[in-house]
């Protein structure tokens, strides 16, 4: 079965250009199924591979590749031909992404059937899902990095469509637009190290690259460089500092857009993408150190900001930054197997979250928490699975977030007990905001009540999905901690990044014993969710409100976001005047200097030659006139030329004859 | 005897003009006919020539010599061949110039004329670009200059009079350069001969003060062309004045007789020079790619926008050359080709919503895609196309020039980089003004392009996409040229 | 005797100062336009004899003789008729009264 693993991407390709081009538009439309068994198909494939895989009938990784296309180059000073190889390079990693993505997209596919009905773009918008999926799909199985990079691409696009996709609003086009351009911000750093990467080590392919890197062949400088760059990229798709400011505006795309993409899949790319290209970093001790920190800088920074909003889906965005950023701290500190494990887990407990606001938004039609409230009533499935999310997210037993936070924390405290410090106090933030959300969406008194009567549970379409990913949120934690199930299939990269760990360790810090760390954080957890629950809980939210006025600053700063926005919003502007004075010193100068100076120059010369002309030139010949004219006076006129054309011919005869005779 | 195929190419567009000139004016159709077919038959031939294309060997192909001017003083050949630099640029010559053609069939005034002019420049662009001979090269090239200050300065915009004379006279200031030039290099070979490819082998017996200053020559006058910073301000008058099918003809092929130029003159003939000139040219490189994205990201008027975006994107093929590799040179030959097309097609899609709005001005629209969705589809993949997203034909090539410039200027290339986020910028901000938020009323009954405008989109649409899934079908025809040119002086 | 080519020759220098000597005295136009005539064809006579006494085998002197013929009917056409013009119009063919050249 592996070895139609090229199909995997390639199915969801087809069904979103048949959809696009061939499908009729339509509220009824039914090319939503085609895409919806495309995906299924894939999903298929990417089970029976780790089946396969976990049963030894498949051998990991698994390597082939095709000539795409040849271009001349010159590597070690000599022309030549040189071909572009992509293909497909499974390892544990990516058969668990694969399913992961092909799951998500699957229920995600199946609930937009029920969320997206009525659109007048119905179409479209499954036809843009499936290629979202098939980009998500490329990058995750591609051996080549200029493939990964062609799909990232193609991603951030899919991205673009999908958040501007209620385009006749103000808000989406802008964030959408925001949202590329600050990716591609970090892409810019991706490209350079694409760069790098060629001219030192002249091959795209990640096993022949990993090779390369592990025989030192490249030199330490430009490693640490590319594996910045890489991080860069990766900075901007999983959103993390400091550029995690277009994630919260991403959330004007429809609910189950955000939950696919801008929760589980694309904004783990970053994540995966680090993950993929570790021999990098682990060449490169900088580079990694680069990692955690900006992995724990953006957890702890996200997870303040996530304390605040009101818009139940900014909540969700804020925590999936944070959440990414614990996953980027456990990659940089050396835990890959804990990053991979929070990636998985995390993409079925915030796809889950994300689906769960959606179905109350879906019912309540506002994003606005202080309209909500006492929906658990109305909505008992919904509340049920979306409290299982977020015990989930906020790490409780023997839910599945808590396996993997408790993986990772257990890493970085092998790695810097102050990072560990830090991890810890983010943790909580998490358990407190995320019951604040659900708090305030469910329990209390409905603070709108128009809205809250008339809502109702969400249809089959929509539920079946919640429940199976409600399901997966509980049992994929224990499931896959248990018998370091995980760990043994994500296979050979989590070997070397054991090894990077034990070194770490061995330099000094001790370990901590895993017991107290559960049980700590467990207490921890619970006690906030309780702290959680005295201020939005109950039905009178006026302590919540003090709270607020109390620490108006900090909540200010929080709701600005520290000033990220604030200081793009400057790069902006200050990129915009530059343009303006571009556009100015085209005009106004260059313009005037190489164009009309130069035809200047030219009429400066021009009048140069003609004064030369009217004051020598021609001056001479009158000159000429002058002399015969009135020098010469009127007697030597009347003296020779006295109109006798006999004279005339006598003076000629003469001359003739001098010249015969002095010849 | 075999097919003049090259002659042929070049000379049935001319045939056509002269049939056209003898047609009576009131019969449309008739001249419809003949300028399209005298389009036509060339573009197929080219794609004969695609197929019939060596693609192992660097040497040139189609050959055809005959003496031309040939008395004891000079010897002036008729000299033609193609090579894997030139022939992917005839083929998007023909292939532009077709849909140009088709693109004016809505052209009211003069149409006559119209056509005998946009035939004749058809075959000065194809002349330069097969010409082997000195002397034919600069015939050819001067051809180009005069139908197009006609097409111009008479079918142009308001402002069309000051465009076509700045047009005119600073192109020829830069030709007279090059002029000035050819001369050199014939005087300075012994035998004398404006052989360019025998021109390729005497650079041993030049001196370094002799290939500086030719080398400016040159310079000057392709520079101009491409156009290079400071000379550019040109381009954006031409464009914004020039009707829209000579816009995309001039950007899609004229500016492509710069480069062209570049890389066949004055990078193999005076490698001194050359070497000499590098850091200069990987400045104003730099300087195009940067400056002129920001240029265009404070403009207003969408073909403005365009027109300097055109200059960013031929500072890729600047900066690639500057790289003096064989991936360098790959990308700028095959940059220049995806940028006729993505450029090309951009102009032909701002004619369109300027025939319809008679206005260009990105302010005075909004929300235009959901009242012309094939427009807004068709306009967002060029944009797309054309800020380089991979998938598309500008990626490929913009990679490659990068790719070709960085191992020898790091920096440079760093820094160059930026420019590709600033075309997204302005792209984009292009895209959100025009297309998307709340529908401006004022469009409310904005029709949705026609057959026509469709017929000329459609296939370079599909270009963009098709060159950029499967590059192959562009780069194998140039890769043994390639490697050849880097290798000359290794 | 025989008859050399300096015989002709010094028929043709004595006829073409026969012409100027006239061309320089008579007053009338018209004699004027005849002693001109006198002097093409002592033109005429050299050419003839050089064609004869060098380049036997070649017929260009005689030729050119031709030529000079007809040149001169032509021009004796155009001369006549200016001179009726002069003549109708101031009444007069002496050259010395003819001055409107005078400076």
């Known amino acids: 079965m592996i070895e139609h693993v090229w199909l995997v991407p390639l199915l969801p390709l087809a069904a979103s250009l048949v959809i696009l081009f061939f499908g009729r538009e339509g509220e009824h439309s039914k090319m939503p199924y085609l895409g919806i068994a495309a995906i299924g198909a894939g999903l298929w494939i990417s089970l029976r591979i780790i089946f396969d895989a976990a049963l030894g009938r498949a051998v990991l990784p698994y390597e082939a590749d095709w000539t795409w296309y040849s271009f001349a180059a010159d590597l070690g000073g000599r022309p030549f031909i040189f071909d572009m190889r992509a293909g497909v390079l499974i390892d544990g990693a990516a058969a668990v992404m694969l399913a992961v993505v092909c799951l998500v997209s699957l229920l995600v596919q199946v609930y937009s059937l029920g969320y997206m009905h009525g659109d007048p773009r119905f179409k479209r918008y499954y036809a843009y899902l499936s290629f979202f999926t098939a980009s998500m799909l490329g990058l995750v199985v591609s051996n080549n990095l200029i493939v990964v990079f062609a799909a990232w691409e193609l991603v951030g696009v899919s991205s673009y469509l999908l958040i501007g996709f209620w385009f006749e609003k103000e808000a989406p086009p802008y964030a959408a637009k925001k949202a590329f351009i600050t990716t591609k911000l970090g892409d810019l750093g991706f490209f350079l190290a694409l760069l790098l990467t060629f001219a030192y080590a002249g091959t795209y392919n990640l096993t022949r690259l990993k090779e390369l890197v592990g025989m030192g062949y490249l030199p330490p400088l430009a490693l640490t460089l590319i594996g910045l760059g890489l991080l860069s990229g990766a900075a901007g798709k999983s959103a993390q500092a400091p550029l995690f400011i277009w994630l919260p505006d991403a959330m004007e795309g429809p609910t189950p857009v955000s939950a696919l993409i801008h929760a589980a899949t694309m904004v783990a790319a970053g994540i995966y993408l680090v993950a993929r290209c570790y021999f990098v970093f682990l060449a490169s001790p900088f580079a990694m150190e680069a990692v955690a920190w900006t992995g724990l800088v953006t957890a702890f920074l996200a997870g303040t900001m996530a304390l605040v909003p009101y818009d139940i889906k900014r909540v969700l965005a804020f925590s999936t930054v944070s959440q990414l950023g614990f996953m980027m701290a456990a990659l940089g500190v050396g835990g890959y197997t804990a990053g991979l494990f929070h990636l998985t887990t995390h993409a079925f407990f915030k796809a889950l979250l994300f689906l769960c606001a959606g179905s109350v938004i879906h019912a309540v039609h506002t994003n606005d928490m202080r309209s909500m409230g006492g929906l658990s009533k109305r909505m008992p499935l919904t509340f049920t699975t979306m409290a299982i999310g977020s015990a989930a997210l906020a790490g409780i037993p023997p839910f599945a977030g808590f396996f993997s936070k408790d993986m990772i924390l257990e890493k970085v405290f092998e790695h810097s007990p102050a990072m560990f410090a830090l991890l810890v106090l983010t943790a909580c933030l998490t358990a407190f905001y995320t019951f604040r959300m659900l708090f305030m969406t469910f329990l209390g008194e409905a603070r709108d009540r128009e809205r809250v009567a008339h809502a109702e549970e969400s249809g089959s379409a929509m539920t079946v999905p919640l429940l199976i990913l409600a399901g997966l949120a509980v049992v994929s934690g224990w499931l896959l901690q248990h018998g370091h199930a995980f760990a043994s299939f994500v296979g050979s990269g989590a070997a070397e990044a054991g090894a990077h760990a034990a070194e770490t360790a061995g330099s000094g810090a001790h370990g901590l014993n895993p017991m107290v760390l559960a049980v700590g954080m467990t207490a921890a957890a619970m006690a906030l969710i309780a702290l959680a629950y005295s201020l939005y809980g109950g039905p009178d939210q006026s302590r919540a409100g003090r709270l607020k006025e109390r620490f108006l600053p900090v909540f200010n700063l929080l709701e600005n976001r520290w000033g990220f926005d604030a200081f793009f919003l400057a790069l902006v502007d200050a990129a915009d005047r530059l343009a303006e004075l571009c556009r100015w010193a085209d005009t106004e100068v260059i313009d005037k200097i190489f164009v009309d100076g130069w035809g200047l120059l030219t009429r400066i010369a021009a009048e140069i030659s003609h004064l030369f002309d009217a004051l020598f030139v021609d001056q001479a010949v009158d000159g000429c006139g002058w002399l015969s004219r009135d020098v010469a006076g009127r007697g030597l006129r009347s003296l020779v030329a006295r109109g006798q054309v006999q004279e005339y011919l006598l003076y000629l005869a003469v001359g003739v004859s001098l010249f015969a005779i002095l010849r | 005897m075999e097919l003049p195929i090259l002659s042929l190419i070049t000379f049935i567009p001319l045939v056509g003009a002269l049939v056209v000139l003898c047609l009576p004016k009131d019969n449309r159709r008739a001249i419809e006919a003949v300028a399209l077919a005298a389009a036509a038959v060339p573009f197929l031939l080219t794609a004969w020539l695609y197929f019939a294309f060596d693609r192992t060997t660097a040497a040139m192909q189609f050959v055809e010599r005959h003496a031309w001017i040939s008395t004891t003083a000079v010897s002036i050949d008729y000299y033609l061949g193609v090579d894997g630099l030139s022939a992917p640029l005839v083929i998007l010559t023909t292939l532009m110039s077709l849909i140009a053609l088709i693109a004016s069939l809505g052209i009211k005034e003069r149409f006559k004329e119209y056509c005998f002019w946009f035939l004749i420049l058809e075959v000065g662009m194809l002349g330069v670009f097969e010409s082997l001979d000195f002397f034919l090269f600069y015939v050819f090239w001067e051809i180009t200059l005069v139908p197009m200050y006609f097409l111009i300065g008479i079918w142009g915009g308001p402002q069309k009079e000051y465009a076509a004379i700045k047009f005119f006279l600073y192109t020829l200031a830069g030709s007279v350069f090059m002029l000035l030039g050819i001369l050199a290099m014939y005087f300075k070979a012994e035998p004398h001969t404006f052989d360019m490819l025998a021109l390729m082998k005497i650079h041993g017996g030049l001196s370094f003060r002799f290939q500086v200053l030719a080398f400016l020559a040159f310079y000057f006058g392709f520079a101009i062309k491409v156009p290079a910073f400071p000379f550019h301000t040109w381009l954006p008058l031409a464009h914004v004045e020039a009707p829209t099918p000579v816009s995309v003809i001039l950007a899609a092929v004229l500016l492509k007789m710069g480069v062209y130029g570049i890389m066949r003159v004055n990078y193999p003939m005076l490698p001194l020079g050359f070497e000499w000139f590098l850091p200069f040219l990987v400045l104003i490189a730099v300087v195009n790619i940067v400056y002129g994205a920001h240029c265009a990201m404070a403009q207003n008027d969408m073909k403005k926008m365009v027109a300097y975006s055109s200059i960013n994107h031929m500072g890729y093929c600047l900066l690639a050359i500057a790289g003096v590799s064989a991936t360098g040179f790959s990308g700028a030959a095959f940059q220049m080709v995806n940028h006729g097309i993505i450029t090309g097609a951009l102009f032909l899609l701002v004619g369109v919503i300027y025939d319809r709005a008679h206005t260009r001005d990105i302010g005075a629209f909004g929300g235009l895609a959901a009242k012309v969705p094939v427009y807004a589809g068709l306009m967002s993949l060029s944009c797309f196309a054309s800020l380089g997203l991979p998938g598309m034909a500008g990626f490929v090539s913009e990679f490659l020039c990068f790719l070709g410039a960085f191992p020898r200027w790091k920096i440079h290339t760093a820094v160059s980089v930026l420019g590709i986020i600033i075309t997204a910028a302005f792209f984009l901000r292009m895209l959100e003004k025009v297309f998307l938020g709340p529908l401006n009323k004022k469009w409310e009954g904005l029709p949705d392009m026609n057959l026509r405008e469709l017929i000329t989109i459609a296939p370079l649409a599909l270009l963009m996409i098709a060159l950029g899934i499967w590059p192959r079908w562009c780069l194998d025809m140039m890769n043994a040229t390639m490697v050849d040119l880097a290798g000359l002086f290794r | ?103």
């Open chain 3, 1 to 103: 005797m025989t008859l050399t080519l300096a015989h002709y020759l010094a028929l043709g220098a004595g006829l073409f100062v026969i012409g100027i000597f006239g061309a320089l005295t008579r007053r009338s136009v018209i004699g004027i336009l005849m002693s001109i005539e006198l002097m093409f064809n002592a033109a005429n006579i050299n050419l003839a004899a050089f064609n004869r006494f060098l380049h036997p085998e070649g017929v260009t002197g005689q030729a050119f003789a031709l030529f000079i013929m007809t040149v001169a009917a032509a021009e004796v056409v155009v001369g006549l008729a200016l001179v009726l013009a002069i003549y109708r119009r101031w009444d007069k063919v002496y050259m010395e009264k003819i001055d409107i050249l005078r400076g």
